[in-house]
Antibody, heavy 119, light 108 residues
Framework: EVQLVESGGGLVRPGGSLRLSCAGSGFTLSTYSMSWVRQAPGKGLEWVSSISSSSHIYYADSVKGRFTISRDNGKNLLHLQMDSLRAEDTALYYC?????????????WGQGTLVSVSS | SYVLTQPPSVSVAPGKTARITCGGNNIGGKSVHWYQQKPGQAPVLVIYYDSDRPSGIPQRFSGSNSGNTATLTISRVEDGDEADYYCQVWDSSTDHRVFGGGTKLTVL
């Protein structure tokens, strides 16, 4: 069974940093496209970043230059390094395994980790 | 940047059919995914690649996509279908994943 468990969220001051992690089980994380999606309190879903199986990396304009997505293949982990955090980065951050077009394999989501940016 | 437009809310009586639209410039040329999100829960994929249904999703859920509008159709709506629904595409011109603003489905 595919499972994703996020960790690393917390309260941080504006300008600070946090590193989120997402532990995958039941599949090999490096062979799939993976994404981070966030949801501010009471708001909709917002895509943050994706890394493809071939390691192409993509960022939303709102986080480009401040956030870095990466994988630790040996530990089956996905990371999101978040620097220069702003109040508007406050959200529940989900890790997701993306669906696969060629095989129609479905996606999977974690339960999220909460990031609060406040002074 | 590519924009997906959804109605903020849709209301439907139990047993009737709900249709939730997702508008975007030539969205018919893209693959659309639909997510259901209930309060306090992670999103659940209910339709992917325009009209495919993941295992475990009832046949009451269907999708279509043509021109500038994609549509999620829920037949014989049940109380348990009350949730927020989001459409999503990958915009290859910007290499960005884009979500619609979400539609709150209320079962009357």
């Amino acid at each position: 069974e595919v499972q994703l468990v996020e960790s690393g969220g917390g309260l941080v001051r504006p300008g600070g940093s946090l590193r989120l992690s997402c532990a995958g089980s039941g599949f090999t994380l490096s062979t799939y496209s993976m994404s981070w999606v966030r949801q501010a309190p009471g708001k909709g879903l917002e895509w943050v970043s994706s890394i493809s199986s071939s390691s192409h990396i993509y960022y939303a304009d709102s986080v480009k230059g401040r956030f870095t997505i990466s994988r630790d293949n040996g530990k089956n982990l996905l990371h999101l390094q978040m620097d220069s955090l702003r109040a508007e980065d406050t959200a529940l951050y989900y890790c997701a395994k993306d669906p696969v077009a060629s095989t129609r394999e479905r996606d999977s989501w974690g339960q999220g980790t909460l990031v609060s940016v406040s002074s | 940047s590519y924009v997906l437009t959804q109605p903020p809310s849709v209301s439907v009586a139990p047993g009737k059919t709900a249709r939730i639209t997702c508008g975007g410039n030539n969205i018919g040329g893209k693959s659309v995914h639909w997510y259901q999100q209930k309060p306090g829960q992670a999103p659940v994929l209910v339709i992917y690649y325009d009209s495919d249904r993941p295992s475990g999703i009832p046949q009451r859920f269907s999708g279509s996509n043509s021109g500038n509008t994609a549509t999620l159709t829920i037949s014989r709506v049940e109380d348990g279908d009350e949730a927020d629904y989001y459409c999503q595409v990958w915009d290859s011109s910007t290499d960005h994943r884009v979500f619609g603003g979400g539609t709150k489905l209320t079962v009357l």
